[in-house]
């Protein structure tokens, strides 16, 4: 292989790195962070807020490693359930205390496991166990494309939630019964040492963080030759293997680090859930994860973070006043407007951008049906405002399914690739800090100073741009090489 020329060299240490997004990147998730902890040592332990905290950031980083494989490595796997099941019976499994064995295990005399370990190496052997069984479940798996890989994988997570339940493995996994009495997430507390009183509260941070470290620990994978080759194999495989991209191998790699990561998760649910039962983890369970997923952008970490959080919060949270009947009286009326209009204005919002750069023709389409939609159901909920009390008799059990079906059904017609697309968070705020600057350029403009203060400002904000001696250098080193 040729050496590069001392010119081309000196070319690629001059390449300019755009800091500045990964500076707010970083403050954001120290931020989120602060918030998260001081929410828990100031809003009741009990809120609704904080079950989808936990669950939001269990299913965030079971939907990262499926996206590891999806949607970096190009292989359609549908057996997270399968994996999260391994890692949460792994979990529970080696943490139930010793004087809770005989509880537990009553049908099968206490169980044959006389040990416990602490919860950060039962949360390792989690990762180890999914991703054993993934290596074995990988060599035939593998060799299989496309749907027949999903089909494989499926039947894979059905069969393991059968063997689970067997009762020749009750005295390992308690057969059918459930798992419980093990340290959860809620276990995570400073206790005052004489009055045994609650100071401070860490379990939702401790789900942040166990998520966390595990996302970055996927992140720096994606961006290593790992994650290039995976990237790689995922847009061509024959032209990857001609680039003497070993397939077999790093599609196993992607497939057991996907897997590892996943029974981590499904550990993480099971400290969330406070016991356990191999038939929870059904084929639905897969099912929400990968539509998460297709939601956040296939190939965008960020996406699979955020549509994580907005699934619990809408499933768990945001949408359960729809499952009772109510009469909206004077006073309340108020309150569900206001929330109704600042989701229609929200949803406008996100349409507008998505679109901005389309076609004339199909801007001008997609804006007139979104005028529409928003003047009905403005003048719908206003038209109620001015009435005395309004009945709802639609609200009832199940519809607030029906009403999020529909929410994901309007996600994924109008934005085709997903929330994120493939961009991440640095991404983003690169193109708001563009925006800005195009912004304060024009009021430099305007104030007749183009050079003055908000210019200098604006162009402190833009991306930094290689210098023409670069792309030169690059050039004449690529001619001496040929």
């Given at each position: 292989?040729?050496?590069?020329?001392?010119?081309?060299?000196?070319?690629?240490?001059?390449?300019?790195?755009?800091?500045?997004?990964?500076?707010?990147?970083?403050?954001?998730?120290?931020?989120?962070?602060?918030?998260?902890?001081?929410?828990?040592?100031?809003v009741?332990?009990?809120?609704?807020?904080?079950?989808?905290?936990?669950?939001?950031?269990?299913?965030?980083?079971?939907?990262?490693?499926?996206?590891?494989?999806?949607?970096?490595?190009?292989?359609?796997?549908?057996?997270?359930?399968?994996?999260?099941?391994?890692?949460?019976?792994?979990?529970?499994?080696?943490?139930?205390?010793?004087?809770?064995r005989?509880?537990v295990?009553?049908?099968?005399?206490?169980?044959?496991?006389?040990?416990?370990?602490?919860?950060?190496?039962?949360?390792?052997?989690?990762?180890?166990?999914?991703?054993?069984?993934?290596?074995?479940?990988?060599?035939?798996?593998?060799?299989?494309?496309?749907?027949?890989?999903?089909?494989?994988?499926?039947?894979?997570?059905?069969?393991?939630?059968?063997i689970?339940?067997?009762?020749?493995?009750?005295?390992i996994?308690?057969?059918?019964?459930?798992?419980?009495?093990?340290?959860?997430?809620?276990?995570?507390?400073?206790?005052?040492?004489?009055?045994?009183?609650?100071?401070?509260?860490?379990?939702?941070?401790?789900?942040?963080?166990?998520?966390?470290?595990?996302?970055?620990?996927?992140?720096?994978?994606?961006?290593?030759?790992?994650?290039?080759?995976?990237?790689?194999?995922?847009?061509?495989e024959?032209?990857?293997?001609?680039?003497?991209?070993?397939?077999?191998?790093?599609?196993?790699?992607?497939?057991?680090?996907?897997?590892?990561?996943?029974?981590?998760?499904?550990?993480?649910?099971?400290m969330?859930?406070?016991?356990?039962?191999?038939?929870?983890?059904?084929?639905?369970?897969?099912?929400?994860?990968?539509?998460?997923?297709?939601?956040?952008g296939?190939?965008?970490?960020?996406?699979?973070?955020?549509?994580?959080?907005l699934?619990?919060?809408?499933?768990?949270?945001?949408?359960?006043?729809l499952?009772?009947?109510?009469?909206l009286?004077?006073?309340?009326?108020?309150?569900?407007?206001?929330?109704?209009?600042?989701?229609?204005?929200?949803?406008?919002?996100l349409?507008?951008?998505?679109?901005?750069?389309?076609?004339?023709?199909?801007?001008?389409?997609?804006?007139?049906?979104?005028?529409?939609?928003?003047?009905?159901?403005?003048?719908?909920?206003?038209?109620?405002?001015?009435?005395?009390?309004?009945?709802?008799?639609?609200?009832?059990?199940?519809?607030?399914?029906?009403v999020f079906?529909?929410?994901?059904?309007?996600?994924?017609?109008?934005?085709?690739?997903?929330?994120?697309?493939?961009?991440?968070?640095?991404?983003?705020?690169?193109?708001?800090?563009?925006?800005?600057?195009?912004?304060?350029?024009?009021?430099?403009?305007?104030?007749?100073?183009?050079?003055?203060f908000?210019?200098?400002?604006?162009?402190?904000?833009?991306?930094?741009?290689?210098?023409?001696?670069?792309?030169?250098?690059?050039?004449?080193?690529?001619?001496?090489r040929?």
């Open positions: 292989m040729n050496k590069k020329t001392p010119l081309l060299q000196e070319a690629v240490k001059r390449q300019p790195v755009d800091r500045l997004p990964l500076i707010i990147t970083a403050l954001i998730i120290v931020a989120v962070y602060l918030v998260v902890f001081i929410l828990e040592q100031t009741d332990p009990t809120h609704m807020m904080f079950t989808v905290l936990k669950k939001g950031a269990t299913y965030a980083l079971v939907a990262v490693s499926m996206n590891l494989l999806n949607g970096f490595t190009g292989l359609f796997s549908l057996g997270q359930a399968g994996f999260m099941l391994i890692g949460a019976y792994t979990y529970c499994i080696f943490t139930i205390p010793m004087d809770k005989e509880m295990y009553q049908y099968f005399d206490g169980g044959i496991i006389s040990g416990t370990v602490p919860v950060v190496i039962a949360l390792i052997f989690a990762g180890i166990a999914a991703a054993f069984f993934a290596f074995f479940i990988g060599l035939p798996v593998l060799r299989l494309k496309s749907d027949y890989l999903a089909i494989a994988t499926l039947g894979f997570a059905e069969i393991i939630r059968a689970m339940q067997w009762n020749v493995l009750g005295p996994t308690n057969g059918s019964n459930l798992l419980s009495f093990y340290p959860s997430f809620s276990s995570f507390k400073y206790r005052d040492p004489v009055t045994n009183k609650v100071l401070l509260n860490f379990s939702s941070l401790t789900a942040f963080a166990i998520a966390g470290v595990c996302i970055a620990i996927i992140v720096l994978l994606v961006h290593s030759t790992y994650g290039r080759a995976f990237k790689a194999i995922r847009d061509d024959v032209s990857a293997e001609a680039m003497g991209i070993n397939l077999a191998k790093h599609k196993m790699q992607s497939f057991i680090i996907s897997s590892a990561f996943a029974g981590v998760g499904g550990a993480m649910l099971a969330f859930a406070n016991s356990i039962a191999a038939k929870s983890f059904n084929v639905s369970m897969t099912y929400e994860i990968l539509l998460i997923v297709v939601i956040g296939i190939g965008s970490i960020t996406g699979s973070i955020v549509s994580a959080f699934f619990v919060a809408c499933s768990e949270w945001w949408l359960r006043f499952d009772t009947p109510m009469t009286t004077p006073a309340s009326k108020l309150q569900f407007v206001g929330g109704f209009l600042v989701v229609v204005a929200l949803f406008s919002l349409v507008f951008l998505r679109h901005r750069k389309s076609a004339p023709k199909k801007k001008k389409r997609m804006y007139t049906m979104l005028a529409v939609v928003d003047v009905l159901l403005v003048g719908w909920v206003l038209y109620f405002q001015f009435m005395g009390g309004l009945q709802m008799p639609f609200l009832r059990f199940g519809f607030r399914l029906v079906s529909v929410v994901i059904m309007i996600v994924v017609l109008f934005f085709s690739q997903g929330l994120m697309g493939t961009r991440e968070l640095p991404d983003v705020i690169r193109g708001l800090l563009n925006l800005l600057a195009r912004f304060l350029y024009w009021v430099a403009k305007k104030l007749g100073k183009p050079q003055g908000w210019a200098k400002f604006a162009g402190m904000l833009e991306a930094p741009k290689a210098p023409a001696p670069v792309i030169a250098a690059q050039e004449k080193g690529g001619e001496h040929g």
